[in-house]
């Protein structure tokens, strides 16, 4: 089993920024890709980006593109999201999963989950 446990959410103010780190343990850990979810109160997990375990191929939400960038540190099986310019749009729980097929924007086909950490951008 392999266990995800996300960290560095907060409070920031508009125009800040936040890096989020998400540490896996268990099993030996080599996902196909890792990615970053977020949900906001009343509002369905949404893709935020995801990156290969292998390569660090990178995909983007229209909505973060320019402003969030993930990036990994395999040998410490961790992977970052780094968030600025935030916008209070961007208040939600982040969480991060991993795949072992996937690397895809749709939330069913990740294999873990962590437990998510809050971000809030006041304005």
């Known amino acids: 089993q392999v266990q995800l446990v996300e960290s560095g959410g907060g409070l920031v103010q508009a125009g800040g920024s936040l890096r989020l780190s998400c540490v896996a343990s268990g099993r030996t850990f080599s996902p196909y890709g890792m990615a970053w979810f977020r949900q906001a109160p009343g509002k369905e997990r949404e893709f935020v980006g995801s990156?290969?375990?292998?390569?660090?191929?990178?995909i983007y939400a229209d909505s973060v593109k320019g402003r969030f960038a993930i990036s990994t540190d395999n040998g410490k099986s961790t992977v970052y999201l780094q968030m600025n310019s935030l916008k209070p749009e961007d208040t939600a729980v982040y969480y991060c999963?991993?795949?072992?097929?996937?690397?895809?924007?749709?939330?069913?086909?990740?294999?873990?989950w962590g437990q998510g950490t809050q971000v809030t951008v006041s304005s």
């Open positions: 990156i290969s375990w292998r390569g660090g191929f990178t």
């Open positions: 999963a991993a795949g072992q097929a996937y690397r895809g924007p749709d939330n069913k086909f990740y294999d873990f």
